[in-house]
């Protein structure tokens, strides 16, 4: 008989009994994050309030269920994952914009991030609050 089971490379696995691995924060921030942004680009253009809301909500949810040693992550998580949600949205909301696809996601990527400075802070601040506030608490072994 052969042993069906799959097994993921170390690291790969997004959670267990104790909660997220720094993976599992990081993709439950971009699924929050990219439900938020695909929302706001089908109904109108560029990321706006429904995808501020998803972002600082699956930031905040990241660092409160992950691992305690994984907290460091869930603090510089958000802003690389509003870069690559901001890239997403420019690119499902320009899909057949004139001019280079480059050009066009590297001028919205700098736009969100200038336009979206205060969500970028709100969410990053939130993780870092919730993250010192859980290892502060955090029984010592």
Same mark, same amino acid.
């Given at each position: 008989?052969?042993?069906?089971h799959?097994? $993921?490379?170390?690291?790969?696995? /997004?959670?267990?009994?104790?909660?997220? &691995?720094?993976v599992?924060?990081? +993709?439950?921030?971009? %699924?929050?994050?990219?439900?938020?942004?695909?929302?706001d680009?089908? &109904?109108?253009? %560029?990321?706006r &309030? +429904?995808f501020?809301?998803?972002? /600082?909500?699956?930031?905040?949810?990241a660092?409160?269920?992950?691992?305690?040693?994984? $907290?460091? #992550? +869930?603090? /510089?998580?958000? !802003?690389?994952?509003?870069?690559?949600? *901001?890239?997403? %949205? *420019?690119?499902?909301?320009?899909?057949?914009?004139?001019?280079?696809?480059?050009?066009?996601? #590297?001028?919205e990527?700098?736009?969100?991030?200038?336009?979206? *400075?205060?969500?970028?802070?709100a969410? &990053?601040?939130? *993780? $870092?609050?919730? #993250?010192?506030?859980?290892?502060? +608490?955090?029984?010592? !072994?």
């Amino acid at each position: 008989m052969q042993d069906h089971h799959l097994h $993921l490379p170390a690291g790969a696995h /997004v959670a267990d009994r104790r909660g997220l &691995t720094a993976v599992g924060a990081a +993709t439950i921030g971009l %699924g929050i994050g990219f439900v938020g942004a695909v929302i706001d680009v089908e &109904t109108g253009r %560029g990321l706006r &309030t +429904t995808f501020a809301i998803c972002f /600082v909500l699956g930031s905040a949810l990241a660092a409160l269920l992950a691992h305690r040693e994984d $907290l460091k #992550a +869930t603090i /510089v998580m958000p !802003p690389l994952i509003y870069c690559v949600l *901001a890239l997403i %949205g *420019a690119a499902i909301g320009h899909y057949g914009a004139p001019g280079g696809f480059l050009k066009q996601n #590297a001028l919205e990527l700098v736009s969100s991030l200038i336009q979206g *400075a205060p969500v970028l802070y709100a969410a &990053t601040g939130l *993780a $870092l609050v919730i #993250a010192l506030v859980r290892f502060r +608490t955090a029984r010592q !072994p």
